[in-house]
């Protein structure tokens, strides 16, 4: 019913930046939020940063803050995330996720297939 893809990820040096983005399509309602979540290799998914559709509330992992950024186009349904400073604890898959009502008035999460992002020399 909703469909969520993500872009931007790659291979980057220490100190440097990515922007990872994630489009929503599909019989959408109403976004009420979206956000990213990460996992490292051997670890649990643990969360990036989020930000809800209507206000201008934003949220960020301690591990982030001050060095993520992120952003939303209500028009185009799409939600990024601005990594500066990135360090090789950052590497992970990148998991977009959103809370969505769809048009049957149903609410639940959806996540994306991640994005890889590799931070190293």
């Known amino acids: 019913q909703v469909q969520l893809v993500e872009s931007g990820g790659g291979l980057v040096q220490p100190g440097g930046s990515l922007r990872l983005s994630c489009a929503a399509s599909?019989?959408?309602?109403?976004?009420?939020?979206m956000g990213w979540s990460r996992q490292a290799p051997g670890k649990e998914r643990e969360f990036v940063a989020s930000?809800?559709?209507?206000?201008?509330?934003?949220n960020y992992a301690d591990s982030v803050k001050g060095r993520f950024t992120i952003s939303r186009d209500n028009a185009k349904n799409t939600v990024y995330l601005q990594m500066n400073s990135l360090k090789p604890d950052d590497t992970a898959v990148y998991y977009c996720?959103?809370?969505?009502?769809?048009?049957?008035?149903?609410?639940?999460?959806?996540w994306g297939q991640g994005t890889q992002v590799t931070v190293s020399s």
């Open positions: 599909g019989s959408i309602m109403r976004i009420i939020s």
């Open positions: 930000t809800y559709w209507m206000t201008p509330s934003t």
């Open positions: 996720d959103a809370y969505v009502t769809t048009t049957d008035r149903t609410t639940q999460q959806y």
